[in-house]
DNA sequence: GTCCCGACGC
DNA sequence: GCGTCCGGAC
């Protein structure tokens, strides 16, 4: 346990505020849609990889009624290779949703972010906070990982539950909005690029010689396995992400049998592409499937 | 091969 | 609480 949570979250702060990458999504005069855009896209996704694509989507759609006014199609085709492409479908629906709830305007109170559609406890938070200021707790896995080991001198973070972790951050955030939003942020950023899962970089850290985990000479982790991740090679994932790529890549319905060479296998290839017309990624028609339009 | 790590649906 | 959902970096 740090000597006093005011000192914690004062050393991030002000770690933060010289150790930030300059993302552009945390510019000061980006718009809420443009963060909850970025927020979106770093759902599932590595920095690098958004940043590209978050700026191509600001520029094409600088506002949710920009978005709304196209058919999904065109937002899962410019989600590209992002991965998790209903996420793309989420944004699209929440940026219909925004419009006819709310006016266009992206809400500033957290019940009405957590409505819309693919915003969870994770992204309504980091929205209401980064985007509005508001002082609430925001926590992903990287401020698990920090608040684990800092406070609690423990490796790793037991499994996420939204109750528990708010209430553990709660604890340690600054009571001024202005200092909470910099603390959510900096923990995030410490996760992210010091305190990191499997090679913690404890001579950059900040606050190192305040760390539960450090005094207790770092103990390794003693609990519960994380569940090692499902093989993609084979799986049906790679199966989906296959053909949507066939999909975004044509502009008009791809046959079944066009598909078929993707898998060896005729009927998983229809268990998958009926995942995918479930989900709304894909629709079938006479000529075969396509975009949902 | 391993890691990344949030929302949703059951 | 637990399984599913992408694709790229390492």
Same mark, same amino acid.
């Given at each position: 346990m ?11 702060? /002000?770690?933060f !505020?010289?150790?930030?990458?300059? &993302?552009?999504?945390?510019a ?17 996704t590595q ?12 520029l ?6 920009? %978005? ?5 199609s065109?937002?899962v ?19 219909t ?18 409505? &819309? ?10 929205? /209401?906070?980064f /985007? ?14 920090? *608040? ?6 423990? /490796? ?9 972790? &708010? ?5 340690? *955030? ?7 939003? !910099? ?6 950023e410490?996760g992210a ?44 994932r790679?199966?989906r +992400? ?26 998983? &290839?229809?268990?998958v ?6 989900? +709304?990624l ?8 396509? %975009?949902?339009s």
């Amino acid at each position: 346990m740090p000597r006093s949570p005011a000192e914690f979250a004062d050393r991030v702060v /002000a770690w933060f !505020a010289g150790a930030a990458r300059p &993302l552009p999504w945390r510019a000061a005069d980006v718009s809420p849609w443009a963060v909850l855009v970025s927020e979106f896209m770093l759902q599932q996704t590595q920095v690098a990889r958004v940043q590209p694509k978050w700026e191509e989507w600001m520029l094409r759609w600088p506002t949710p009624a920009d %978005l709304a006014g196209v058919p999904p199609s065109e937002a899962v085709r410019a989600w590209d290779r992002l991965g998790y492409p209903r996420r793309a479908l989420w944004l699209h629906r929440a940026a219909t949703e925004i419009v006819e709830r709310h006016g266009g305007e992206v809400p500033d109170d957290l019940d009405a972010l957590l409505a &819309l559609q693919g915003i969870g406890p994770y992204t309504a938070r980091a929205v /209401a906070a980064f /985007a509005f200021g508001a002082r609430h707790p925001v926590v992903d896995t990287n401020t698990r990982r920090v *608040l684990a080991r800092v406070v609690d001198g423990r /490796a790793q973070a037991a499994p996420p539950s939204a109750a528990r972790d &708010l209430a553990a951050m709660s604890a340690v *955030l600054p009571a001024d909005p202005a200092a909470a939003r !910099a603390f959510n942020a900096g923990a995030m950023e410490l996760g992210a690029t010091v305190c990191a899962a499997r090679l913690p970089r404890c001579d950059a850290c900040p606050v190192a010689d305040l760390c539960a985990w450090r005094a207790a000479g770092y103990p390794a982790h003693h609990g519960p396995k994380r569940r090692t991740q499902a093989r993609f090679e084979g799986s049906d994932r790679q199966l989906r +992400g296959r053909i949507m790529r066939e999909l975004r890549g044509s502009h008009r319905p791809v046959a079944r049998d066009e598909l078929a060479p993707l898998d060896a296998d005729a009927a998983r &290839l229809d268990r998958v592409l009926g995942t995918l017309v479930a989900d +709304g990624l894909a629709v079938a028609s006479d000529d075969g499937y396509a %975009l949902p339009s």
